[in-house]
């Protein structure tokens, strides 16, 4: 009995352990970390954008037009810059790959709006003020999924504090 008891508490702390982390994933998830600062600003800028359109309301064609269409050109660089980077390991680069897919529907989005107001299309603009909240609620489960990877690889403990990269 006391073998059996033994056994399967073996087996149960086998199996609550966290599993072992791969060097390679965790080197990528940094990488990709540092990747994703670097993007910080046209990001930011793109969501005080939407923001900004938001707020508004969508009342004035002319504010949504300019609005949108003065991060457009840096939206173009950043999906440029997001098409070059090619992460090296599964993980990353499915959560890449969503990302990348987010980024292009959000400027599909600003391109829909746009053109829907400088035609009055009023019809056109829902339809794309709905594929801008997508793409938007897009962006954050990447977020969250880029989260769950640095939890996955022991650089983020599961209370959200960041671990030392030496760690």
């Not at 600003?41 to 037009?65: C, G």
């Not at 009023?122 to 489960?141: H, I, K, P, V």
Request: glycine share 2%.
């Amino acid at each position: 009995m006391v073998r059996f008891l033994l056994s399967m508490l073996v087996a149960v702390c086998a199996c609550t352990s966290p599993p072992a982390r791969d060097p390679a994933v965790v080197e990528d998830v940094l990488e990709y970390v540092q990747k994703i600062k670097k993007w910080e600003p046209v990001e930011a800028e793109t969501l005080k954008a939407i923001k900004d359109v938001r707020t508004s309301q969508f009342v004035d064609d002319e504010y949504v037009v300019a609005t949108l269409g003065a991060v457009m050109d840096d939206m173009q660089l950043h999906l440029t810059e997001i098409d070059r980077y090619q992460p090296r390991t599964a993980p990353v680069t499915e959560v890449h790959a969503r990302y990348r897919k987010a980024w292009n529907d959000l400027r599909d989005a600003f391109t829909s709006i746009i053109d829907a107001m400088q035609r009055k299309d009023y019809g056109a603009l829902s339809t794309g003020t709905e594929r801008l909240r997508t793409s938007r609620q897009e962006l954050l489960l990447v977020a969250a999924a880029l989260d769950i990877l640095l939890e996955d690889s022991g650089l983020k403990d599961p209370q959200g504090a960041a671990k030392p990269a030496s760690s």
